[in-house]
């Protein structure tokens, strides 16, 4: 795989956190009892077998500037935002959301974060398998759709993230979006079925 830079666009989980969050170390402690949970353990386990081992260092909360929750770096791993992050639950869906983005980054020897329909594949695929979009995080966060809700959140999540891509104007992300929605949604490596 080639190295992108650090400030690679996209595939960043957006923050709904309030307060301070929490520590870099209190983070990092979240963090360690996530690699416990089973998604997670799950998720580890396809990489490896896909040849992308993730070691120690892969995984790490850090303070961030922008209102995310974290992000996917090719090269760098993953971070997690830990001034944005409140409750265990938080720090589970952005490593699950994230992993998710560095098993198509290693499963796609092609994949080029600065193309939009790429960046939107991952993220439709990882709005969809991460359960960012379960129907009790969607009333937690103010949307009280309930039929149809999950393509829809996974739709306004992947725009939000897409549309940060500096490649990618709105216009772009949303062709982009739409072009692949149907192949990517239905893609659910590594599991037998969307979770």
């Known amino acids: 795989m080639a ?39 799950f998720l580890k386990e396809h990489l490896e077998k896909s040849g992308c081992a993730i070691g120690d260092n892969f995984i790490k909360a850090v303070n961030c500037d922008k209102k995310i929750s974290g992000g996917y770096v090719r090269g760098g791993g993953i971070m997690v935002c830990s001034n944005h992050m409140n409750i265990q639950d938080e720090v589970n869906q952005v490593v699950i959301h994230e992993l998710i983005h560095a098993y198509d980054d290693c499963r796609a ?11 939107a594949c991952s993220e439709i695929r990882a709005g969809h398998l991460s359960g960012d979009c379960h129907y009790k995080r969607e009333l937690l966060r103010g949307y009280m759709k309930i039929r149809g809700h999950e393509q829809d959140c996974v739709r306004r999540r992947v725009m939000k993230s897409v549309i940060a891509n500096p490649f990618c104007s709105e216009t772009a992300a949303k062709d982009a979006m739409e072009a692949v929605w149907d192949v990517c949604y239905n893609d659910t490596k590594p599991f037998d079925r969307a979770p």
């Open 3 to 41: 190295e992108e830079p650090a400030s690679k666009p996209g595939s960043d989980s957006f923050s709904s956190a309030v307060n301070d969050g929490r520590t870099v170390e209190e983070c990092q402690d979240m963090i360690q009892r996530s690699l416990r949970t089973p998604m997670v353990k």
């Open 109 to 119: 020897a092609n994949l080029n974060w600065e193309n939009c329909a790429h960046h």
